[in-house]
Every structure is written in C-alpha cells, then in structure tokens.
C-alpha cells in the first residue's frame, strides 16, 4: 500500500518535472559550444563552465564532477574511463584513467579449488574493486590543457552535493530498485535517504553531504585530495573492514596516462579513438575499415544486406578485439598496427560471403564478459576543441558498495579481465592472456569515446555506454551519419544492432527491423535475438560552413540532454 502511495505521489510530481527538464530529445543549436550527457544539470554545469571563459577541457572536468552528484549509477569519481580530446588547431590527445588491478590482485584470485570462480566474486564484493582513476585522470587533464583554476571545476558539484538537486523519476526509480538490495551490497546504506529515512521522492531534494565533503577535499587538494590523506585512508579502512584488499599504496602509485590516439580514415574523414587498454578504437576503425571495402552506396540501411555486413564486420573486429588485445603497458607486441590497416581490412572482407552468416569458433578465440552500465558525454566550445569522455564504474551503481564517510560508489570492473586463465566458452568468457589479471594492470575495456574531422575540424563527437554493445553502438552511429548523411538525432535513434563474435548471436532493437529482413537473415544462418534497446549516444555534430553545433541526446536516457551555449 506504502509503495503504491508513493508511486502515484512520485508519479504526480514527476511529471512536471519531466515536461520542465525533458521535453527536447531533437536536435539542439549552438554557436558557442555544448555539452550533451546523460543528465541535463550535468550538462548545465559544463556550460556555465563555457560561459565563464572556460575551454571543452574544464567544461568536461566540471560535467564529469557533476555526473557523480547527479547520475551516479556510472557518474564516478569510484570508477575510470577515457577521453579524447581534439584541440583547435587540429591535434588530438587521449587521456588513460582506467581503473588497475591492485598490487595484492592475481590471475587466479577469483577461483576456487577447483578452479571455477568462487561466488561470482569478479563482480561482487569488494575483490572486484579496482584502483579508482577519474580523479587522477581529470586532474592531469586540467594539468595539461585547463584553462580555469581547478577549485572552479569541482566547485559546482560540491555546491550540488551540498544543497542538493531535485530527485527525478528515473532516478528515484533506480534508487528504490538498488536500495532493495541484496543484503551483502551496502550501496551506502541509506545514501538515496533523506532526514525523514525514506528514499528522497521525484520532485524533493536529494542532498549528499558526505559526498559534499569529498569533493571538497579534491577541491582543495586535487588528485592528492583522492590518493592521499584523509580519503585514502577511509578507502583502506573500508576496503580492510569489508574484505577488499585495496590499500593506500595501491592508491597512491596510480597514474593516468596520456596516451596517442588511434587514427583511422573512412572516405576522407578522419577518426580518431581510444587506443588500449580500451578495444574500442581498434574495433571502430577495424570495423569502419570493412565497410570501405564494401559498395556501402549501393546497400540500403537497414536492409537485410546491411544488417548480415554490419554483423559480420562486428564479427571480425570482436574476434580479433578478443585474441589480441589488453593493457599495452603488459601486452608490448600487440598487432595493433596490423589490425588497423587497410590491407588487413581487405583481407578480412574477403572472407565475408554475402549469401551466408559465418560460424564464430571458440576454439580460436573469444569476448571477455563486461558490464552494461557506463556513460558518455561530448563537449564542444566556441574555438574548436571537443571532448568525447566515456567513464564507468562497470556495471549500473559498480559494485553498490562504498563508505558511508565518503559518500561514493566503488567500480566493480576487475570482471572486464579474462577470469579463469586458459578457458574460453560459447558463451563468450575468454581465457587468453592478454587480459589475464595482474598487479596494477589495467583491464580490457570496450569504451569507445570518438571524435571524427574534416579537414581538421571536429565534424562528429560521439560515444555510448552498453558494455560490449559501445563499440557497435558507436560504430554504426559513425556509419550513420558518414556512409548515410543522417541528422545526428535520427543517427542516433536509428536502429542497432549487436554480434560480439561470442556468444554467436544477432541482437537487433525489436520493432526496427522488418519479419522479412529477421526471416531471410535466419535463412542466412543468423541467430536473431530482440532487444528493446541499445545504447545510451551523446553526440555533437559541426557544420564548418555554418559554424553550427549541432547535439542530440539518446532518447533512452531519461534524464539526459543537451545544453547549448
Ligand atoms: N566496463 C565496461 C567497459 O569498460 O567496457
């Protein structure tokens, strides 16, 4: 009876909040610059950052600070992730704050006697905690290209965490959903309470002070006020307490890097993504590669030719993704060069036949498991420079465990390394040792923040959250708005599909895809699961001749949107 008084109360309240903040899911204008995430205050932080003279680099530090008050089932300072970022004068640089295994972390530390994984404990508990990142990967970013002072950046989300920010639906409904938990998670105890002890209802205010006081020692302290003094400490405490093995020299010996960024080409323009120890920009251009094989002119979208192509370009890129990638700070002879070149691209078109759906083999290789939960935002400002940042704590609200004290969730993305060594299955758990587990190294990550120009000039910035189903997502998208010319909304809308190589099956989004199309792909051989959707995509596209952003946030992310400038 209680949760049906509060449902229609939330209800009510709730949708004028929604008609206020989530009418527009079209496209969005600016001159100026834009910043286009998965929660609309987020994204009102980055631009107030552009309009007090900051750059794309501090509008992304402030949104992503932001993210962690406002949407933090992937918002994180908890977890890791990855940007890139295009300057004005054309170049482009990526940043590498993915989490790491801890020192006292190794290949088989997942597994029983009879080497099966103990207790599902490579996603549950605290052992499936890696050395958190973002901070240290926001703090060299700002380091190496910020314009504002630092303490500006992090200062709106303390004032969000302290006064608090109105509950939505979408995030109460997460919030009554995670609270009902399994009593081994303590997603914070009563973090989504307020002083009445029940969860803080759509239309209220949810305050965090103990979050509040977090960034406010990264305010002042920067990545030391997360590594060092009082905030490590607790994370060792906790970590001790609860059975993690996470300790403040795990935390203080991590770095971000600045990493080079892959480069690919398709018809002219040029995309750049993230290199390892993310698969996503070796699978994109891999994959983009194999459609510039093909006549992709003369085949409709959506047209049982493109869906059976696009299938088994992902085919390729995620076999190969499996056999050879991993953390490039352990893996130094990885093909890289290979895999992205146009040649390789041509010999593995010629393998594709037409008429018939290929059999991926276990045998050879394999997919690592990965989370679904994620997101991404894109930015742009008025001179040109663009971010495209993707960050995580693996899956939806990580590993829904963290201190009380410090008010933030930990990951749960030690389960993106292969967890039994040597075993690969139908089902797509690898074994192969390029992402095997090992002391501060870095796990295999399918995040894929892109950024394509023309002539120097950004013309797409784009990325996903979905686990295994970024790379895709972000590929097609890619392929929507350059081999199809789609407005970036109707891009992203437009239906997805998904083959990861392993498990050998075709998820496509129901209802996008005709009976006749579905029938002759299964003649084909292809095994055809629905879906109801993939993909979260926040996307900016530049039109040089206008000089006019144009954003476009995913219809499926209910508190997202685009802020214009
Ligand atoms: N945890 C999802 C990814 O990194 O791909």
């Known amino acids: 009876m209680k949760k049906f008084y509060s449902f229609n109360r939330a209800l009510g309240i709730s949708l004028v909040f929604l008609i206020f903040f989530n009418s527009a899911k079209a496209q969005t204008y600016a001159e100026n610059g834009m910043v286009v995430s998965d929660n609309v205050i987020a994204s009102q932080v980055g631009v107030d950052i552009l309009k007090k003279g900051g750059n794309a ?15 933090p089932e992937a ?23 993915r989490e790491k ?37 926001l703090y060299l970013a700002h380091q190496k290209y910020g314009k504002l002072p630092w303490a500006d950046l992090v200062k709106p989300s303390v004032e969000l965490a302290k006064k608090g920010f109105t509950m939505s639906w979408g995030l109460y409904n997460a919030a009554v959903s995670v609270s009902d938990r399994d009593p081994s998670e303590d997603i914070m105890k009563d973090y989504f309470h307020g002083e009445n002890g029940e969860i803080v209802k759509p239309g209220e205010t949810w305050k965090q002070p103990a979050l509040a006081k977090t960034l406010k020692l990264i305010q002042k302290h920067g990545r030391d006020g997360f590594y060092k003094g009082e905030v490590a400490q607790e994370i060792e405490d906790y970590m001790k307490a609860n059975g993690g093995i996470i300790t403040k020299e795990d935390l203080e010996k991590y770095e971000a890097v600045e990493r080079e960024p892959l ?58 993704r499996a056999e050879f990638l991993g953390d490039p700070d352990f893996n130094l002879d990885m093909p890289l060069d290979k895999l992205l070149s146009k040649d390789f691209a041509k010999k593995r078109f010629e393998n594709i036949n037409m008429k018939k759906a290929s059999i991926s083999d276990p045998a050879q290789y394999g997919h690592p498991y990965d989370g679904t939960n994620t997101t991404h935002f894109s930015v742009v400002d008025k001179d040109g420079n663009a971010i ?7 899956n939806s609200y990580g590993v829904k465990m963290g201190s009380s004290k410090l008010g933030f969730i930990f990951n749960n993305e030690m389960g993106d390394f292969n967890p039994v060594p040597g075993e690969t299955t139908t089902t797509g758990q690898i074994g192969s040792n390029p992402n095997l587990v090992a002391p501060e190294k870095r796990m295999l990550s399918s995040m894929t923040p892109t950024i394509v120009t023309k002539d120097g000039k ?78 979260v995509l926040m996307g900016i596209t530049y039109d040089a001749s206008k000089k006019l952003y144009t954003g476009a946030s995913d219809s499926s992310s209910e508190d997202g949107g685009v802020r214009a400038y």
Request: hydrophobic share 40%; net charge negative.
């Open 57 to 71: 680099v501090d509008a992304a530090i402030a949104t992503a600070f932001a993210l962690e008050v406002t949407h």
């Open 75 to 97: 918002g994180n300072i908890g977890g890791g992730g990855f940007m890139v970022f295009l300057n004005s004068a054309g170049d482009v640089t990526t940043f590498d704050f």
């Open 101 to 137: 295994a801890p020192l006292a972390a190794s290949p088989t530390m997942f597994l029983d006697e009879n080497g099966k994984i103990k207790d599902n404990s490579n996603h549950k508990g605290l052992l499936a905690v890696g050395v958190p990142g973002t901070v240290a990967g």
């Open 263 to 320: 480069k690919g080409s398709f018809n002219g323009y040029d995309i750049y993504s993230m290199p390892p120890p993310s698969s996503g920009g070796v699978a994109l251009i891999e994959m983009m590669n194999l459609m510039e094989e093909a006549n992709i002119s003369e085949i409709e979208f959506n047209s049982t030719a493109y869906v059976h192509l696009v299938a088994e370009a992902m085919r390729r890129g995620f076999a190969d």
């Open 388 to 394: 495209s940042m993707t960050y995580t704590l693996e």
């Open 458 to 535: 950004p013309y797409l910035v784009i990325g996903s959250p979905g686990g295994r189903t970024i790379i895709n997502t972000v590929f097609q998208t890619v392929l929507n708005v350059l081999a199809y010319d789609m407005r970036i909304d109707r891009a992203i809308e437009a239906m997805k599909i998904h083959h990861q190589w392993l498990p050998d099956r075709l998820l496509y989004e129901q209802n996008l895809l005709s009976p006749d199309t579905r029938d002759t792909l299964e003649k084909m051989g292809h095994t055809l699961i629905p879906t109801t959707n993939i993909g």
